[in-house]
């Protein structure tokens, strides 16, 4: 079984920063892409950032330049930076990830359960 955790989300003020961090865990047999989407309440889930196992990045319009993502091969983590948050980012974050499952060697995306990131008034 895999799985995908988040940590990090909370509240901040507008202009400020949040790290949101991911670990998978589980019957891995390698992770291909890691990244993150966002969810905002009555809007559709949105793709934010993706890292290949080599090190290629993309983001999407919305986060380039304030959220760069990193990840640690060894440790199967990814992280977002998530600098000078505006009022459009609020949302549920969910982590993702492409992977090979060892068990049934199968190429699966997975996501984790979310963790939510809230701006101040």
């Known amino acids: 079984q895999v799985q995908l955790v988040e940590a990090g989300g909370g509240l901040v003020q507008p202009g400020g920063s949040l790290r949101l961090s991911c670990a998978a865990s589980?019957?891995?047999?390698?992770?291909?892409?890691m990244g993150w989407d966002r969810q905002a309440p009555g809007k559709q889930r949105e793709w934010v950032a993706t890292i290949t196992r080599g090190g290629r990045i993309n983001y999407a319009d919305s986060v380039k330049g304030r959220f760069p993502i990193s990840r640690d091969n060894g440790k199967n983590t990814v992280d977002l930076q998530m600098n000078s948050l505006k009022p459009a980012d609020p949302a549920v974050y969910y982590c993702?990830?492409?992977?090979?499952?060892?068990?049934?060697?199968?190429?699966?995306?997975?996501w984790g359960q979310g963790t939510q990131v809230t701006l101040s008034s």
């Open positions: 993702t990830a492409g992977l090979q499952e060892t068990a049934t060697m199968n190429r699966l995306n997975y």
């Open positions: 589980g019957m891995i047999f390698g992770i291909y892409t």
